[in-house]
């Protein structure tokens, strides 16, 4: 086996790590900006999906990887970007990631006019590969972001910032379909990305004058055979999932991309066990609130990412509003979280996070459940309830589950662990978007027949099978009978309701298992072997 390493973290009593100086909430600040502009990009890229499908002629599959895409690169390269804050220093990497942040988003609002000067590369593959590249430059940023705030925040102080963080997060989240829905609206889907040019001009120069430097001084090398094998990992399992209902799920090509999954994931678990600095010291997870609280960020990602994927085309498609009244729609849950996160700060601090945790969980439950029973006529208050509840169920989760992973981390691995947290929520992303994916489409396929009743028997097999995709976004064919589209509309809903459901069942076992969390104490002065 080779050599091991053992870390000590420092009391959380004691004086700030050398490089974390200055004010803790200015620098709380300065690395929210960052991050506020990649949760733009989030929110605004669902008010456009619609509206890139037509004007890229996309498929389902293809919006499914803008998504999916940019969620994958985040997982993949999250923790590997963690643990080069923790080599290269937190605020260097940081700004690296603002910069290539902003000039990948002008890219992309510039994908028809780069497609055309690459021969055989389509617009919505340019975009794709841009979103990659894209997430790739946010997983920089992000967990370089939670490692300056634990450094720059004492113990117990955190459950402050991280409440004051999921605020300033609910914010922007409230402002992206407002600026996407108007910009969408008013300009085009292009300019959604071109917002973060300005927004990324701010955060760096605000980065560069506000924080200081800081990086661990008890690592030396990036774990590269750990990054190869998690990278493939992760894309067997994600591209098995969203091309098993193209392949079959009983098919020979599925299987051996299960079995590569399974494989790559075995060598990384044997090969962290053996490397001397390990991507993700697996010794970590010896603390059950950090395994636990990883397992919950993936869960509820997974709920939240999967099952929102949909609105933005139930909205639009079948309830027939525009981008901008879509966005306000959405409204009640991001300005939610405004609200919501503070509280949920405080009530970690009061009640402690397995009270807190199962609470929010329970009433995540009730908001997914609700959304299933959702008519094709909703008005404002009957998605709005939902919305607000969702909000008020997601920020403690996810302030609690932040806190716990980043908080029982020696600072020495702060990175590492920030990286962890970010890689839970966004694999957990790109998990529901393509899992609920294909319910959703497998759901429709079963009712839309049903639907269309005995004109199905009528209907070629391949128009049936353009139906099925036009049912995916909630658009019927223009020039159809009023019965088909509204059959393609009911079918939509079916999908839509059947995805909340299982979303409904995920958050509530996820809340039976945020009972075995332990209270978020930080574990300063442990040792963590680092092989």
Not at 145 to 164: H, S, W, Y
Not at 311 to 335: I, K, T
Not at 400 to 406: C, K, L, R, S
């Amino acid at each position: 086996m080779a050599d091991t390493k053992t870390v000590h973290a420092p009391s959380s009593s004691g004086p700030a790590k050398p490089g974390t100086g200055g004010n803790p909430w200015l620098v709380l600040l300065a690395v929210s900006l960052g991050v506020i502009m990649v949760m733009l990009d989030g929110t605004v890229v669902g008010i456009a999906n619609p509206v890139i499908q037509m004007d890229l002629r996309a498929t389902l599959s293809d919006l499914q990887w803008v998504t999916s895409g940019y969620l994958l690169a985040l997982a993949v390269f999250l923790i590997t970007a963690g643990k080069l804050g923790d080599l290269f220093g937190h605020k260097r990497v940081f700004l690296i990631g603002v910069a290539g942040f902003a000039v990948s988003s002008v890219g992309i609002g510039f994908s028809a006019q780069l497609a055309d000067l690459i021969p055989g590369i389509t617009p919505i593959g340019t975009l794709i590969g841009l979103r990659v590249l894209q997430g790739l430059f946010g997983a920089l940023l992000q967990p370089a972001a939670l490692a300056l705030l634990r450094g720059a925040f004492p113990g117990e102080k955190l459950n402050q910032a991280m409440g004051a963080w999921g605020a300033i997060i609910g914010l922007s989240s409230a402002a992206g379909p407002i600026v996407g829905g108007v910009l969408v609206d008013k300009v085009n889907w292009e300019s959604v990305f071109f917002i973060n040019a300005p927004v990324g001009v701010i955060a760096l120069v605000m980065g560069a004058l506000l924080i200081k430097e800081n990086r661990s001084r008890t690592l030396a090398r990036i774990d590269w055979l750990g990054v190869v094998l998690l990278s493939g990992a992760m894309f067997s399992l994600v591209w098995t999932i969203i091309k098993a209902p193209e392949w079959g799920w009983g098919s020979a090509t599925t299987r051996n991309f299960v079995i590569a999954f399974v494989v790559l994931l075995a060598l990384f678990v044997f090969w962290q066990s053996r490397a001397r600095q390990p991507l993700v010291p697996l010794s970590l997870f010896a603390n059950r609130s950090i395994s636990i609280g990883t397992f919950l960020m993936m869960m509820v990602a997974f709920a939240m990412f999967g099952a929102m994927f949909f609105l933005g085309f139930f909205f639009q498609g079948v309830h027939g509003l525009s981008p901008l009244e879509a966005g306000l729609r959405m409204l009640p849950m991001s300005a939610g979280m405004i609200v919501a996160s503070p509280l949920a700060g405080m009530a970690l601090g009061r009640f402690g996070p397995k009270l807190t945790m199962a609470t929010g969980l329970l009433i995540t439950a009730l908001a997914m459940f609700l959304m299933s029973r959702l008519g094709i006529d909703a008005s404002f208050i009957e998605s709005g309830i939902p919305f607000v509840l969702l909000a008020f169920g997601l920020s403690p989760v996810f302030v609690g589950a932040t806190e716990i992973i980043v908080g029982n981390a020696p600072v020495e691995l702060s990175g590492v662990a920030g990286g962890l947290q970010q890689s839970a929520m966004q694999v957990g992303g790109a998990l529901g978007t393509a899992i609920l994916g294909a319910v959703m489409a497998g759901e429709i396929s079963r009712t839309l027949p049903g639907h269309l009743g005995p004109a199905a028997a009528a209907i070629p097999p391949e128009n049936l099978a353009a139906l099925e995709k036009g049912a995916a976004f909630g658009v019927a064919p223009p020039g159809l009978p009023e019965q088909i589209g509204s059959a393609v509309h009911l079918s939509f809903m079916d999908g839509m309701h059947l995805a909340f459901i299982v979303s409904t069942c995920v958050a509530v076992l996820t809340a039976a298992l945020s009972l075995f969390v332990k209270s978020g104490r930080k574990t300063e002065g442990a040792p963590v072997h680092m092989g």
